[in-house]
């Protein structure tokens, strides 16, 4: 098979023609001549060396959706490790803490970027129960002897900038994703679903709430600030792994996770808690892996921009990688949800299939994506990514989940390359 003057389809190497006979090429090939604007490279990546068995244009950037946030979830693990933690602190004043339990002046809860930090209700409702618990910390508090507050809760949130919207975005994506914030409680929601207007004020309030309960007497107000050198740590509270972060995340395929993660990348990564650092970090990570291609551009975490830009060969290049080093990889391939389940609980639900591919989503106006990884009836194991920008977002999710099908029935397992 030749590669087509206008480089519309390559398929398996150049010069070969075992591919013609491919059914998963023949899908993605039917639908991509009448919607161009795609890319696509499925690869066989149990060999020593890859297989390409069908792509498309693999090195065309496209908009990713919500499959960016592969992209998002490889930064977060390659920067702090599957089994990293957040800790949230309450600290006093320096030398504050007096007889009889006494902090004399306020108490700083100190955000360190957990986009899961929770009440125990919204854990269970809005979390699948994977919350850092603000009660936690506040029995902490308690256990640790401290009876009483008398300076209020000053609230820091400086690891990242104030910057409550990812680059880019339109105004409506207010209501796709909170403001984003240093300290967020409840993913920044008010108690009526809608977006809080400060997200130090509520943590701070809810972090008030949670100490009253636990037996903590607080006076004072609550305010933004930054804590003060030399303060001695009163409780703290550690997060679920981040393992567990990203399966929450990339099951339901949550925006707010997907944006915090991306500013913790550069906050740990870079000493910059911003947007752009962890879009930079993350292009970085993935240019010393011989991964990004030229046209990607990395604009936010979650794939609401439509600004951001990332090709087919870049996402399986990730995939392919997350296979071959399972001290990471096992995280991020284990995140992504089975057919059936999460965003595929619609699709990809048949008995030859549900089982045997784990897929990330994506969906934006103008956009459907699917990349992941699946394995054939014979035991033939597949790194996948389809970007199609088109109008036809069922007729793209049809061929999607046609091609993923014909991969997990072992249809491709005769190309050779």
Not at 103 to 126: C, E, F, H, K, N
Not at 181 to 200: K, L
Request: with cysteine; glycine share 12%; hydrophobic share 40%.
């Amino acid at each position: 098979m030749v590669t087509l003057s206008a480089g519309v389809l390559v398929l398996a190497a150049a010069g070969t023609s075992a591919a013609q006979s491919n059914p998963v090429d023949r899908t993605i090939d039917a639908f991509a001549t009448r919607n161009p604007t795609t890319s696509a490279l499925v690869q066989r990546i149990d060999t020593n060396a890859p297989i390409t068995v069908a792509s498309w244009r693999p090195e065309t950037a496209l908009a990713p959706a919500s499959t960016m946030k592969i992209i998002t979830s490889a930064a977060a693990l390659l920067t702090v490790g599957p089994d990293f933690r957040f800790t949230t602190r309450l600290e006093s004043g320096r030398d504050a803490r007096g007889p009889g339990g006494v902090v004399s002046g306020p108490a700083y809860l100190i955000g360190a970027g957990d986009p899961m930090l929770a009440t125990r209700s919204y854990s269970r409702q809005s979390l699948d129960g994977l919350g850092t618990s603000l009660d936690d910390l506040a029995r902490d508090v308690r256990e640790q002897g401290v009876k009483r507050i008398t300076g209020g809760v000053v609230v820091d949130e400086t690891l990242f900038d104030r910057k409550r919207m990812g680059p880019r975005w339109k105004s409506s994506y207010r209501y796709e994703c909170p403001p984003l914030s240093g300290i967020a409680t409840n993913q920044n929601r008010a108690n009526g679903g809608s977006n809080v207007s400060s997200p130090t004020i509520a943590a701070g309030r809810r972090m008030v709430a949670a100490l009253r309960r636990a037996g903590v007497r607080v006076s004072g107000g609550v305010r933004t600030g930054q804590d003060v050198p030399g303060g001695d740590v009163i409780g703290q509270v550690r997060s679920e792994r981040i393992e567990r972060v990203l399966d929450f995340m990339n099951a339901r395929s949550d925006n707010f996770t997907a944006e915090i993660l991306t500013k913790d990348v550069g906050a740990y990564a870079a000493g910059r808690g911003t947007t752009a650092a962890g879009t930079r970090e993350a292009e970085d990570l993935l240019r010393r892996r011989g991964i990004l291609t030229a046209s990607d551009d990395f604009v936010d975490g979650s794939g609401l921009s439509h600004s951001n830009r990332v090709s087919a060969s870049t996402l399986v290049g990730v995939l392919r990688d997350a296979e071959a080093d399972p001290s990471w990889g096992d995280a991020l391939v284990g995140s992504l949800p089975r057919g059936g389940e999460g965003t595929l609980i619609r699709r990809l639900k048949g008995p030859a299939v549900r089982k045997r591919v784990r897929a990330k989503t994506g969906y934006i106006n103008g956009v459907a994506s699917l990349a992941g990884t699946v394995t054939s009836r014979s035991g033939a194991r597949y790194a996948f990514a389809f970007l199609m920008n088109t109008s036809d977002i069922s007729g793209a999710q049809k061929a999607m989940d046609r091609a993923v099908t014909l991969l997990a029935t072992g249809r491709a397992d005769g190309v050779t390359g």
